[in-house]
């Protein structure tokens, strides 16, 4: 019998809220979830149903309020009040090694080129000039961008501009990638092949993705759906 992968993402009881006044909005409760290597997870639920603070909570951009988040083999006590809880510097590490994110506009810097774009991320991360630009160039060739390296942002289409953003956030080889609505301002056409391109991720490069969509006909492609609904999954 073959030993199951362990997971590389856990969540266990996580609950978010937020005070406003004397009402307190519960946006998350109790949400358990584990991913592993190598799945397409779509994330699903109506708008506001919290998919983008769960999102934030999976990539330690924000805090629950109380429950557990464990990234990889380490194990955080995320509530606010706990002193246990990583400090900044600390998350930000864990988020260089582990994690890489998408969103729905593809936030590429304008005053940079395709391949600049995805040149940054490493070299923030510690990698020389070099050794960065022929890890772009190669993810470009695999993107089939190759010819589009030296083009701005405001000289390629939207599903192109999407493409380099994911190329931007694989950079790094994180071992999960996050995706809020990645394909939510492409057509159809665009739409697929940036969802192919995740698909490719998972296969070949081993990342696991969790992606928040509206769109059912991509998530019924995925490895398996998640769906949001008053709070937890």
């Not at 307190?24 to 290597?37: A, G, M, N, R, S």
């Not at 590429?108 to 391949?115: F, I, R, V």
């Not at 698909?199 to 019924?220: P, R, S």
Request: glycine share 6%.
């Amino acid at each position: 019998m073959t030993t199951p992968s362990p997971s590389i993402l856990s969540l266990r009881n996580v609950s978010k809220s937020f005070t406003q006044g004397k009402t307190v909005l519960k946006i998350l409760q109790k949400v358990e979830f584990d991913l592993y290597p190598q799945e397409l997870v779509a994330l699903t639920g109506a708008s506001g149903s919290g998919k983008t603070t769960l999102l934030q909570i999976m990539g330690l951009l924000d805090l629950p309020t109380e429950g557990t988040v464990t990234v990889g083999s380490v194990g955080f006590p995320v509530t606010r009040k706990s002193k246990a809880y990583l400090h900044l510097q600390q998350r930000d590490a864990v988020r260089r090694e582990f994690l890489g994110f998408v969103y729905q506009y593809h936030h590429l810097l304008p005053e940079l080129t395709a391949l600049e774009n995805i040149v940054l991320p490493q070299l923030i991360a510690g990698r020389s000039k070099d050794i960065a630009e022929k890890n772009a160039i190669g993810l470009l060739h695999e993107l089939h961008l190759e010819q589009r390296s030296h083009h701005l942002p405001s000289q390629l289409s939207g599903g192109e501009q999407q493409r380099v953003a994911i190329a931007r956030a694989i950079s790094n080889m994180p071992k999960i990638l996050l995706a809020d609505e990645p394909t939510g301002n492409l057509d159809d056409a665009s739409a697929q092949q940036v969802f192919q391109l995740l698909l490719e991720l998972t296969q070949h490069k081993g990342i696991a993705v969790v992606m928040a969509t509206h769109n059912l006909d991509l998530a019924q492609q995925m490895t398996r759906r998640i769906h949001l609904h008053l709070g937890n999954i």
